[in-house]
């Protein structure tokens, strides 16, 4: 290989510059017009050693039109050159330093190079420009490693910048900030009101790995300005300000004690929204800072008396007489002209109105349903002879007209009030068809129902009475059993039952606190139950309390989430009582009201079980291909809202969901794709992996979290697609997930196939509602209430349903076998097996319960 030899040498024992031409024993080089041969080859002792590098080459870049150096250095070498992108660089470019090791003996060269921004310039976006190290012995030769050289720059423009923000006191706030482009990589600050922000010194804030700021839990001191600041070694640019403003709603302090009565028979007391004082923009109060209550004869003063006293007292008399003859005429006319029929349903026969006793079809089962059995089908029916005397029961109310409203709520026994030629009404099996936009209108007009949402999606509803009904939202979990007797006989209700998506709600979490369940909303709130309804939904965590502290949390009429319940220490004289499953929680209530689990952990154990979902394109045209992965909560509502967002954006499940359990560890969630053909894709991933911060997922506030990995085909004819996506809590559980497929031939079942496809009536009133029969469940009721001295009551009833846990709590109320079957309707309303029940019941050995089996053909 010619080489340019003979380079200036300057010798570290004087400043004495000369020519000289090196070369290897044994070998020669030439070098235009330059040839010689080595006069001082190495001593015989090191001849058979090949160099070493002191000293390599490093990766530098240039600022400005500042030029930069590399240096290496070597030992033992004869002759040491630099070349460049493949090219030597001329000997003139090189300053050459010689010295000797005092501990070996061994010669060393040192050799300098500088590098220009014109000469990287020159290959400027062909590839990086890059120099390496060649060094010589008498043995042979070394090549050092490469060290890039780049132009270094930073531009002026953030991709994104922080926006302001008003949030709540004690809420946590994310501010997204992505840096200019520039090389190197920016490393990127935060500052508040021009301090920098320390995450070590204060732990309430937290910098993510993509450089967003977290503000864990608002205090009133985070209100400021907030700016993102990005440097790198050639400048250091600022973001707009974003101002965040932490604001605080009103609260009430208590009420004042009752002020003495009054000459008008009135005292009052008063409150004071202090608790706290709304301040920078919070909420007033909601509600009344003024009552007033009648006081009693006996502490009412007197202030009349005498004559004056008679003539009012006359006077009053007199009017109270003329308004109730005028009664008495008003009601005569009214009960003539409807022919007397009384105001309530006083024929008990309505009990068996139109009754046929009917066993309820399974539902076709998805593809995928991990979590709710098929109904199986019922050979046999729990059933007595119906009265077959009595179809319908005429009865004359206040309940106004409906209009027919075509495709609400169909059933086949028709609608719950129908009306008569008579203008009476005929009460059915079924349920009350309405318009649910002017339902939600209605509902949304009241004080307390404003932040009711507008969704009829996700709205179910129906109207009610004594026989009790169920209301489901379909494939979310989430339902409502109306027992019989729950509601008053006479009354009738309009009741709603919908989910809330979290944004619309501001429920403070504190600490460690994160939400578990959907936040649930039935109602209207204030109307009087007789006994407990059942609320049943989804729950995320791993249902073991020894690690969790869970609250069932309330919102009062002023706003306010109020703790009601704490599971594991219920007590059976609250109007609230909890039964926990494994996925399920089923809450007992005597107030309807917005509901929603609240869990604090007790020890780094306790687990969240997160649901990861897969999407990709159901057709790609482009190079490019992204793979979503979603990172939720495991309940059924968030599986049913991102299955309808990804169908909007064109997306399909492409693997079945898989579950982890993500700890309170503080360690964030790491996500990477691995096992690539690399001849037919690549990863656009700049980095190794995706990570999302460990409190956008413990909160839980954050609904539908993923990742995206865009990936890049080679050319359109490659549809093969094979690679494994990791999933993986940083010092914790992980999942590993194996793709193969093709693309554009995917023959795999569309997403809805992956769902239970609950196709259940929304809403069911009366008897259909319910899988026992109600006067079989009367006679149950009757023969198992009354306690018997060898236990065969509703305490083995309960043992052999497995729910013995609740016995204090069943025994509290007037019938704890009716309460029992409450729980047995919600647990099996997809799955129940009416033969199980009354194998139990013959079990027990209550004959007198007049139980048999009949056919499905005999029923």
Not at 103 to 121: C, F, H, N, W, Y
Not at 267 to 279: A, D, F, I, N, V
Request: hydrophobic share 35%; proline share 6%; glycine share 6%.
């Amino acid at each position: 290989m010619p080489l340019h030899l003979g380079p200036f040498v300057r010798w570290r024992s004087g400043l004495v510059l000369t020519w000289i031409c090196l070369f290897s024993s044994g070998f020669t080089f030439t070098g235009g017009e330059h040839a010689a041969t080595v006069t001082h080859p190495l001593p015989a002792a090191f001849s058979d050693l090949l160099p070493h590098f002191l000293v390599e080459p490093d990766d530098v870049y240039i600022v400005k039109n500042k030029p930069v150096t590399l240096t290496c250095r070597s030992t033992p070498a004869t002759q040491i050159y630099f070349k460049c992108n493949g090219e030597w660089v001329h000997q003139d470019q090189h300053l050459i330093e010689r010295d000797v090791d005092p501990a070996t003996g061994l010669p060393v060269m040192q050799v300098k190079i500088d590098i220009s921004r014109q000469q990287v310039e020159k290959i400027f976006g062909l590839e990086d420009y890059w120099c390496q190290c060649v060094a010589w012995s008498t043995t042979g030769t070394q090549k050092s490693q490469k060290a890039y050289v780049r132009i270094a720059y930073l531009r002026k423009n953030f991709e994104e910048e922080p926006l302001g923000k008003e949030v709540a006191l004690d809420q946590e706030v994310l501010l997204r900030c992505h840096p200019p482009e520039g090389v190197p990589l920016a490393e990127v600050e935060w500052q508040r009101n021009e301090e920098l922000i320390d995450p070590k010194t204060d732990p309430n804030f937290f910098i993510t790995v993509d450089h967003n700021l977290i503000i864990k839990q608002t205090r009133l001191a985070d209100t400021g300005n907030y700016t993102c600041v990005a440097k790198n070694i050639v400048a250091r640019r600022k973001s707009s300000s974003a101002t965040v403003i932490v604001y605080v709603d009103g609260g009430w302090s208590e009420w004042s004690k009752w002020s003495p009565c009054g000459a008008d028979c009135t005292m009052w007391r008063s409150r004071e929204c202090t608790q706290p004082t709304p301040s920078t923009g919070g909420k007033e109060c909601q509600g009344l800072d003024l009552q007033s209550l009648n006081c009693t004869s006996e502490q009412c003063p007197q202030t009349a008396s005498g004559a004056e006293d008679v003539a009012l007292y006359v006077g009053i008399m007199a009017v109270a007489l003329c308004l109730t003859l005028l009664l008495i005429v008003l009601v005569l006319v009214y009960r003539r002209k409807k022919e007397g029929l009384d105001a309530d349903v006083a024929d008990s026969s309505i009990l068996t109105t139109g009754f046929q006793p009917m066993g309820i079809k399974p539902n076709k089962p998805g593809v995928w349903a991990p979590r709710r059995a098929a109904r199986s089908k019922n050979s046999h029916l729990l059933t007595i002879q119906p009265d077959l005397t009595t179809t319908t029961t005429s009865y004359q109310g206040t309940l106004r007209s409906r209009r027919e409203v075509t495709g609400k709520f169909s059933v086949s026994n028709g609608p719950l009030l129908e009306p008569l030629p008579n203008g009476s009404h005929t009460l059915h099996n079924g349920k009350l068809p309405s318009d649910p936009n002017d339902f939600m209108n209605r509902l949304s007009s009241q004080t307390y129902f404003k932040t009711l949402p507008r969704d009829t999606v996700n709205t179910s509803y129906g109207t009610f009475n004594f026989l009790g009904g169920r209301l489901t939202l379909p494939n979310t979990g989430i339902s409502l059993l109306i027992p019989p007797e729950a509601i008053p006989r006479g009354k009738i209700y309009e009741i709603y039952l919908t989910i809330q998506k979290k944004e619309d709600m501001r429920l403070p979490l504190a600490g460690c606190q994160t939400l578990l369940s959907p936040v649930v909303s039935c109602g209207p709130p204030g109307v009087m139950l007789t006994r407990p309804v059942i609320l049943s939904m989804d729950h995320c965590f791993d249902a073991c309390l020894e690690n969790w502290a869970i609250r069932l949390k309330k919102q009062s009429y002023e706003g306010t989430w109020e703790d009601v319940l704490q599971l594991g220490e219920e007590v059976v004289s609250e109007p609230y009582y909890c039964q926990l499953e494994a996925e399920t929680c089923r809450v007992f209530t005597e107030q309807l009201g917005r509901f929603a689990l609240v869990g604090e952990s007790l020890s780094m154990a306790a687990a969240k079980r997160l649901k990861l979902l897969l999407f990709a394109p159901a057709y790609c045209s482009t190079l490019e291909y992204n793979i979503r992965i979603y990172c939720m909560d495991d309940t059924q509502d968030l599986l049913k809202e991102v299955m309808q967002m990804e169908r909007q954006l064109g997306g399909r499940l492409i693997d079945e969901p898989h579950v982890l359990l993500f700890k309170d560890s503080y360690h964030n969630l790491r996500l990477s794709i691995h096992d690539m053909p690399q001849a037919h894709w690549r990863s656009k991933l700049l980095a190794g992996y995706q990570e999302i911060p460990f409190y956008h997922i413990w909160s839980g506030s954050q609904r539908t979290l993923h990742c995206t990995f865009t990936l890049e085909r080679q050319s359109l004819s490659t549809c093969d697609l094979t690679c494994t996506l990791c999933v993986w809590q940083v010092e914790g559980e992980g999942q590993s997930i194996t793709l193969d497929f093709n693309i554009s031939k995917d023959i795999r079942p569309l997403d809805s196939d992956f769902l239970l496809m609950d196709n259940c009536t929304p809403a069911l009133a009366g008897p259909s509602a319910f899988q026992i029969p109600y006067l079989i469940r009367q006679k149950i009721c009757s023969s198992l209430d009354t306690p018997c001295p060898n236990g065969a009551d509703w305490r083995l009833l309960a043992q052999r349903l497995k729910l013995d846990r609740h016995m204090s709590f069943f025994a509290s109320k007037a019938s704890p076998t009716s309460v029992i079957l409450d729980l047995w309707e919600t647990q099996h309303f997809h799955s129940g097996n009416l033969n199980q029940l009354a194998a139990v019941m013959a079990e027990i050995g209550k004959q007198e319960a007049m139980i048999f089996l009949v056919s499905d053909g005999e029923c």
